[in-house]
């Protein structure tokens, strides 16, 4: 039998929504990291509604933040284009096996993907006037990138930002402001596609979804404002920094949790 679904008031699911906004902003991200922590420990959402939620609520922020990026010239719009084409198919593949794998699994998959990207920023410290070579292979590696993001999206609720951003760094050589406006692009259909995957399977609360999402997008072009203030350095050192604080509250509570289990 599921859980009985939270109705957490306005002010906080608006509170949610204006952190998420402005982390994804000045990060490049949907904010789903941030996110589905916050609906799972502060509010009270089950895993599976708290990651189809995110997916949800990250939409609005991903197209105003895209937007603001893009006006500033800092969207590679063909990466986007083909990280994309591959969110789509992963965004399906994933919300199909949220509702499939143990809510144990899933934190447990989530706790594993931030410890991953917390290495990988300390790899990735860009240049600000590095641009993506493309070519057709690298379009195609861009298609996979996408599907394995959109699929790990589906399954933890994250926009994929989280992986995008480093990757687009480190394997494709983009700066960082480009890596974030790419990623925000891209990050929209894959968010339609796996909300509607999750409506379907009822894995999604979309009155929480609405309220986060509106706050995220009122709040998102101050994160793309601030982006372009501070160094590619310092932003992957207080990136890393906020998801390793996520981690370890996380992992705290697991131990928590399983010693009253036993």
Not at 199 to 225: C, E, F, M, Q, Y
Request: charged share 10%.
């Amino acid at each position: 039998m599921n859980p009985p679904t939270p109705r957490p008031g306005f002010a906080s699911l608006a509170l949610a929504g204006a952190v998420t906004g402005l982390m994804s902003g000045l990060f490049g991200i949907g904010g789903g990291v941030l996110l589905v922590p916050a609906l799972v420990m502060l509010l009270g959402f089950p895993q599976r509604l708290a990651a189809g939620t995110s997916v949800a609520a990250i939409l609005p922020a991903g197209i105003v933040g895209g937007i603001a990026y893009g006006l500033q010239g800092n969207v590679d719009w063909i990466s986007a284009l083909a990280l994309a084409v591959g969110m789509v198919a992963g965004a399906q593949l994933g919300s199909w096996l949220l509702s499939r794998v143990s809510t144990r699994f899933l934190k447990g998959l989530f706790m594993v993907f931030l410890a991953a990207v917390v290495v990988s920023l300390w790899f990735a410290v860009p240049q600000r006037d590095a641009e993506i070579d493309l070519d057709v292979l690298t379009f195609v590696l861009l298609v996979v990138t996408g599907l394995a993001t959109g699929t790990l999206s589906g399954l933890v609720g994250v926009g994929g930002g989280v992986i995008v951003v480093p990757v687009l760094m480190f394997f494709y050589g983009a700066s960082d402001l480009v890596a974030k406006g790419t990623s925000l692009i891209m990050l929209i259909p894959g968010s339609v596609s796996g909300t509607l995957g999750n409506w379907k399977r009822k894995n999604v609360d979309l009155r929480a979804a609405l309220i986060i999402g509106i706050a995220a997008s009122v709040v998102s072009p101050l994160g793309t404002l601030c982006a372009g203030l501070i160094t590619p350095l310092w932003s992957n050192i207080a990136f890393s920094a906020l998801l390793l604080i996520i981690l370890v509250q996380m992992v705290v509570t697991s131990i928590r949790q399983g010693r009253r289990r036993d």
